[in-house]
Antibody, heavy 121, light 108 residues
Framework: QVQLQESGPGLVKPSGTLSLTCAVS?????????WSWVRQPPGKGLEWIGE???????NYIPSLKSRITISVDKSKNQFSLELSSMTAADTAVYYCARAVYSSGQCRFDPWGQGILVTVSS | SYELTQPPSVSVSPGQTARITCSGDALPSKYASWYQQRSGQAPVLLIYEDTKRPSGIPERFSGSSSGTMATLTISGAQVEDEADYYCYSTDSSASQRVFGGGTKLTVL
């Protein structure tokens, strides 16, 4: 079955850029699914932030549109998140997840284990 | 901006039925999905398209939807079901993708 694994630095300096990668195993990133990023600030709820299709088509949450880039590397079967101009408000656990679309709606399954990213100098 | 509203907490005794609601204006036309997040773990899909249960999810978890409210029902809740539960859906144009604020289920 499909498994996802996030990797990247756990600490980013204020005003710096976050770069995370999600490796997909047990399935192809070129399937009919989309690939998403969801984040969760400590002690708070989940927030969908963006998704990508293997063609490179993306959708982003409007509040982050000026700072976020999601890309795909089909040769490595992985996708990545970049978030620039990081502030303390971006401190969160970042999850990658497969977005499965059916009947006009998506569901997230499975999820990666998550990676805690702290913004601090 | 679009919002899905969940009660912050629900408490039941073991063996009782727990119901967690999710309210949103677009739910009459948009499916909801439900996720369980145990402490320190990643979310797990429980229910999708309002009522469908993925393979491997116990039958005691079920979903329903009526009007602007979707409901997750846990029949015969167990201590291991203590977790945070989140609903997910979109606005009517599918331009806003949101999770509910989450509901902490206590079983004791």
């Amino acid at each position: 079955q499909v498994q996802l694994q996030e990797s990247g630095p756990g600490l980013v300096k204020p005003s710096g850029t976050l770069s995370l990668t999600c490796a997909v195993s047990g399935g192809s990133i070129s399937s009919s699914d989309w690939w998403s990023w969801v984040r969760q600030p400590p002690g708070k709820g989940l927030e969908w932030i963006g998704e990508i299709y293997h063609s490179g088509n993306t959708n982003y949450i409007p509040s982050l549109k000026s700072r976020i880039t999601i890309s795909v590397d089909k040769s490595k079967n992985q996708f990545s998140l970049e978030l620039s101009s990081m502030t303390a408000a971006d401190t969160a656990v970042y999850y990658c997840a497969r977005a499965v679309y059916s009947s006009g709606q998506c569901r997230f399954d499975p999820w990666g284990q998550g990676i805690l990213v702290t913004v601090s100098s | 901006s679009y919002e899905l509203t969940q009660p912050p907490s629900v408490s039941v005794s073991p063996g009782q039925t727990a119901r967690i609601t999710c309210s949103g204006d677009a739910l009459p036309s948009k499916y909801a999905s439900w996720y369980q997040q145990r402490s320190g773990q990643a979310p797990v899909l429980l229910i999708y398209e309002d009522t469908k249960r993925p393979s491997g999810i116990p039958e005691r978890f079920s979903g329903s939807s009526s009007g602007t409210m979707a409901t997750l029902t846990i029949s015969g809740a167990q201590v291991e079901d203590e977790a945070d539960y989140y609903c997910y859906s979109t606005d009517s144009s599918a331009s806003q993708r949101v999770f509910g604020g989450g509901t902490k289920l206590t079983v004791l």
